[in-house]
């Protein structure tokens, strides 16, 4: 029962308690931990958050949240940290795409490198489909190309789990460096490690004109790292 309650604390822990990764212009937020702050009513303080970040943007993933719940929580983004929402679906079929199209108080819907590896509908019908919504697409760097971003709204390469130099090198090598309209996605695991790298990021995006996105806010990777670790330390202890 002791282990049990451990367990449950670590992770509260590592949800209630977001990553301190600096300035983005936008953070991914997971549907599952959406809920949860939802849940616990913890929405608006971690929109405020984001917002003391410099975000301006909430990209809600969206697959399997219901429309008056992506609609709640889109609402509450604006009303408590005048945050705009980008519906960000990970798993693009005709189904969802159709079903978020009518999600009221969003400003877009984001498709990203799951759509473009095997489209189930054209961007040009995608974004006919969307109304007076807007269309971001995000993308690998071999996604990547001039066609797609002038039908996109605005567009960010992920640019992952590479340094700062490395990760400003190859967006200059992409021709996207100085481009309002296309982002540079870089990924946080959720440990402090990378807050230095997000920060160099930021900082060198900035000056050449482009946003940054971070995937993601309150990134449990590193912490469930840490509690496989835990459990297993506690099983060597309980079994001795």
């Given at each position: 029962?002791?282990a ?55 990209l ?23 945050l ?35 489209p189930?509908?054209s961007?040009?019908d ?57 982002a540079?996605s ?11 790298s ?16 971070v ?26």
């Amino acid at each position: 029962m002791k282990a049990l309650l451990c367990i449950t604390a670590a992770i509260t822990m590592m949800i209630c308690n977001p990553a301190k990764s600096l300035a983005a212009d936008a953070y991914w937020l997971d549907e599952l931990v959406a809920f949860y702050y939802l849940t616990t009513f913890q929405l608006d303080n971690q929109f405020k958050a984001m917002k003391a970040k410099g975000a301006k943007t909430l990209l809600l993933h969206s697959d399997d949240l219901a429309n008056p719940i992506l609609s709640y929580i889109a609402w509450r983004a604006k009303e408590a940290a005048d945050l705009k929402t980008t519906l960000w679906i990970q798993w693009p079929n005709l189904h969802n795409l159709r079903r978020v199209s009518d999600v009221k108080g969003v400003q877009a819907v984001q498709v990203d490198d799951h759509f473009f590896a095997n489209p189930p509908i054209s961007l040009k019908d995608l974004k006919k489909q969307l109304g007076e919504k807007e269309l971001w697409c995000s993308y690998q760097p071999s996604q990547w190309s001039n066609y797609r971003s002038n039908i996109c709204d605005k567009s960010d390469i992920q640019l992952y789990r590479q340094s700062c130099e490395g990760t400003i090198s190859n967006a200059y090598w992409l021709g996207i460096t100085g481009r309002a309209d296309v982002a540079i996605s870089t990924y946080h695991t959720g440990a402090q490690s990378d807050d230095a790298s997000v920060d160099c990021i930021s900082r060198k995006a900035q000056q050449y004109g482009n946003d940054v996105f971070v995937f993601k806010w309150a990134n449990t990777e590193a912490a469930v790292k840490e509690l496989i670790r835990f459990i297993r330390s506690l099983e060597k202890y309980l079994i001795s």
